[in-house]
């Protein structure tokens, strides 16, 4: 028998394999493996580690290091289950930071010590808080995977406390800052992109993919549906939206309309002198060859432009964050923004934009006092008068 399961907990299991005798002693070595879950669990993991072993593909927790565990969840979890762009990152984060200093130990020698000691010396590094964080919840991720697959026991991961991330403070435009970004964009080629931008808080990556196809002038909506990204090597991919919520359509206000159909136009006359008549397809804004833009160069534009206007600097993805904070400023409810903006709840929102609820708070005591205090005053008027 190659393998058996044995029972440990109300919803525990240990897979016992064998992996044959050992050529020094002449004893049969087994690997066991944990399994939480229902027995149909464990068994679905033993005909995994059996089909591994015929195939050569089983690591063992006692000898697989943490830098092949990591090689392999690349090409067997994130390839397949999440974009090229994150898969790309966390390879990144992966063959920078946490391979030099945790790859050569194995999956069972890594201890919260070594984790708790990683992010000391990354943060005497240099790195940020927030990076730091960013690195925990991606090894996090990749632990759990082991977990579940029955190469560790726990998560170590667990039980370390990573760094408390330090929200930086918000950069937001006014109206006038708003008024004069636009007059010095108005002649350039990525006017009516910017002006998009600040009028429906899409992301970047999000407008760089939009269709003419997206684009509801008659119904003055855009219809979010996709995003697009720059692989290393400068391949362009579009994917689908992270959450359900990301999917979405967005009403244009009316000079958000005038603006997109001159671009339309505009468009449209540019491509008959080129032989390139407009499809829905095409993408709205593009090289004059109707290729992607690149987010870089489009970043870029935005700080020329900044600096030529002579307002106060903002990123560009800072015009999304002007676009809620003034929205939620006029009192547009926050289920509202949520929905322009693609959030997945209205938490984030509200957490995101917690600096404009003390204004917000105030406008509603203050209306509440008036609704109140009249009826208030009404009852005192009406008991006056029955005093007659």
């Known amino acids: 028998m190659r393998g058996h399961i ?48 015929d195939t050569g593909t089983f690591l063992s927790p006692d000898k697989t290091t943490v830098r092949e ?15 090229p762009r994150t898969s790309e990152g966390y390879e990144h984060i992966f063959r920078k930071y946490l391979i030099p200093v945790l790859g050569n130990l194995t999956l ?6 070594h984790l708790q000691r990683y992010y000391s010396e990354r943060l005497t590094g240099g790195l940020s808080p927030q990076t730091v964080r960013h690195h925990h919840a991606v090894l996090h991720t990749a632990l759990q995977t082991a977990v579940e697959w029955g190469l560790l026991a726990r998560n170590v991961a667990d039980a370390v406390t990573p760094p408390r991330a330090q929200r930086s403070t918000m950069q937001t435009w006014t109206e006038g800052d708003i008024a004069r970004f636009l007059e010095a964009a108005k002649n ?10 600040l009028f429906t808080g899409m992301r970047r990556s999000e407008l760089l993919a939009l269709r003419w196809s997206d684009v509801d002038l008659l119904l003055c909506q855009i219809s ?45 006359g540019a491509g008959i002198l080129l032989g390139m008549p407009q499809g829905d397809d095409d993408l709205v804004f593009s090289t004059l060859e109707g290729k992607p833009l690149l987010p870089n160069s489009v970043t870029h534009a935005w700080i020329r432009l900044v600096r030529r206007a002579g307002v106060k600097y903002i990123r560009l993805h800072d015009a999304r964050h002007t676009h809620a904070s003034i929205m939620l400023k006029q009192g547009i409810h926050p289920k509202i923004v949520q929905e322009r903006l693609g959030h997945s709840t209205i938490a984030i929102t509200l957490d995101t934009y917690s600096h404009v609820a003390p204004g ?5 005591a ?15 008027k009406q008991v006056a008068a029955s005093d007659y």
């Open 188 to 197: 350039t080629p990525h006017y009516a992109l910017f002006y998009t931008a």
């Open 69 to 83: 565990f990591l090689d392999r969840w690349l090409v067997e979890y994130a390839r397949p289950n999440l974009s």
């Open 360 to 364: 917000l708070q105030q406008a509603a």
């Open 224 to 268: 979010v549906s996709r995003s697009l990204h720059v692989l290393t090597g400068g391949k362009v991919v579009f994917r689908m939206p992270k959450s359900a919520k990301g999917k979405r359509m967005i009403a244009l206000s009316p000079s958000a309309v005038s603006v997109l159909r001159e671009h339309g136009d505009n468009q449209k």
């Open 6 to 53: 044995v029972k440990r907990g109300k919803a525990s299991y240990s897979i016992a394999v064998s992996l044959g005798k050992d050529p020094n002693t002449g004893k049969y070595k087994y690997q066991w493996v944990s399994v939480k879950g229902t027995k149909k669990d464990a068994e679905k993991r033993l005909a995994e580690i059996l089909h591994e072993l």
């Open 366 to 380: 203050n209306r509440f006092d008036e609704v109140l205090a009249g009826t208030y005053n009404e009852r005192e």
């Open 108 to 113: 069972t020698q890594a201890k919260p010590e």
